[in-house]
């Protein structure tokens, strides 16, 4: 698949090659590296290492903004601007559809920038037309470490623009000092509701909550707009549980979106070998860390077994990995082909991965962006339908892709 790639700053054109090589045999798996555990075989076919695909489509890539210090998340307004974070900064951005780029939104919050750590996802309100308001994820520094706060404001235009009447509507508990694994996906349900992905801080005192459901460690989160708990909510009322959980056991989660059918998908990272494309459901157990298909990065064993009792298995896994970060589910016209698919970018992969969906299982696996050589961090779908990412570097690129 030939891409034309646009460079809108230096008038520089050169093509890219989508595929990883024109030497990939149609249809064969385009993981071609041996898995980190050979011993964790596939619970069904068709769970790793789907065929390779190509698409038939010609795109062009082009460079809309850069200079972004590693950006994190887009997020659209309703005139086609875009809120566009950045995250060891705790910068949010206003970006036009010509790349012109505002000063810093002020008002918001300190962050915890360090490693992991900062500004991440930023999402409109459903009801922004009227409200004005923005919604925000970040490493909240506290007293005895940090966790991942969501907060909410007002959006004023202005030079420069700011917010105003900003709330914390969210707290991870318990605080925990780790510079790792908060999650911060936000994913607004057509009930009006919010989803929050969580991960498990990394370290092992946060790993093992991931299946306690006194802690938000390891867990999707579903809140109301205004931070209160949905009544019906599959915890509340359980003594001992925290009411906001929707599903646990999940390690660290960047990835998620909304199909058409409205059901929250998400991609988790594993550790050495085992990231995770999981269909969420109500109250489901996902199984970190008893079970999963990964090892510690010493190579040392995590899981005796990848399948447990009133455990879910993942739709689909990569051993290894591709590092998952951001995620769209394609719904628009200017790629009918696409319709369906789902899309995530890699970090690791160094690629935007593209899944072909049948009957919620994957059956056919793109990687496209290669020659772009660098992290992708987020990709969400425009208005017009077009594909907009961000690549993961201290001189973060907004590419949007169009058919050629």
Not at 104 to 123: F, I
Request: aromatic content about 8%.
């Amino acid at each position: 698949m030939s891409l034309l790639f646009t460079r809108t700053a230096a008038a520089l054109a050169f093509l890219l090659i989508a595929c990883v090589s024109n030497a990939v045999t149609p249809g064969a798996p385009l993981e071609t590296a041996p898995p980190n555990v050979p011993e964790f075989k596939p619970a069904f076919p068709g769970q790793t290492r789907a065929p390779g695909v190509k698409s038939n489509t010609a795109v062009q890539v082009t460079e809309i903004a850069s200079g972004f210090n590693k950006p994190w998340a887009i997020a659209f307004l309703p005139d086609r601007r875009m809120l566009v974070t950045e995250k060891p900064t705790g910068a949010l951005y206003i970006v036009t559809p010509d790349g012109k780029k505002s000063a810093p939104v002020s008002g918001l919050p300190a962050v915890d920038g360090r490693n992991q750590g900062g500004l991440m996802d930023v999402e409109i309100a459903p009801d922004y037309a009227q409200s004005g308001l923005i919604y925000w994820s970040y490493y909240e520094p506290r007293q005895g470490g940090n966790g991942l706060s969501v907060a909410r404001a007002r959006l004023v235009d202005g030079a420069p623009p700011r917010v105003e009447g900003g709330q914390v509507i969210f707290r991870m508990q318990p605080t925990l000092e780790s510079t790792l694994h908060a999650g911060g996906r936000m994913v607004f349900a057509p009930d009006g509701t919010l989803f929050i992905t969580l991960g498990e801080r990394s370290v092992l005192a946060g790993r093992v909550q991931a299946r306690d459901l006194q802690s938000h460690f390891g867990k999707i989160v579903r809140i109301n707009p205004d931070g209160s708990v949905p009544s019906d909510n599959p915890f509340v009322g359980r003594t001992g549980a925290r009411p906001e959980i929707w599903s646990l056991g999940h390690r660290n989660i960047l990835s998620a979106a909304l199909d058409g059918q409205k059901r929250l998908w998400i991609v988790e990272m594993g550790p050495r070998g085992g990231d995770e494309l999981n269909l969420v459901g109500k109250a489901k157990d996902y199984g970190w860390p008893t079970i999963g298909y990964g090892e510690e990065y010493s190579g040392a064993r995590i899981h005796e077994s990848t399948q447990g009792p009133g455990m879910e298995q993942p739709v689909y896994y990569w051993d290894p990995v591709i590092s998952p970060s951001g995620m769209t589910i394609y719904s628009g016209d200017l790629f009918p082909e696409w319709r369906g698919n789902i899309f995530i970018g890699g970090l690791s992969k160094l690629a935007l991965v593209r899944l072909v969906m049948k009957d919620d299982r994957v059956v056919g696996e793109e990687w496209l962006l290669r020659d772009v050589d660098d992290r992708i961090r987020e990709v969400v779908q425009g208005p017009e339908g077009a594909l907009y990412v961000l690549t993961d570097a201290r001189n973060g690129r907004l590419l949007k892709i169009t058919p050629r």
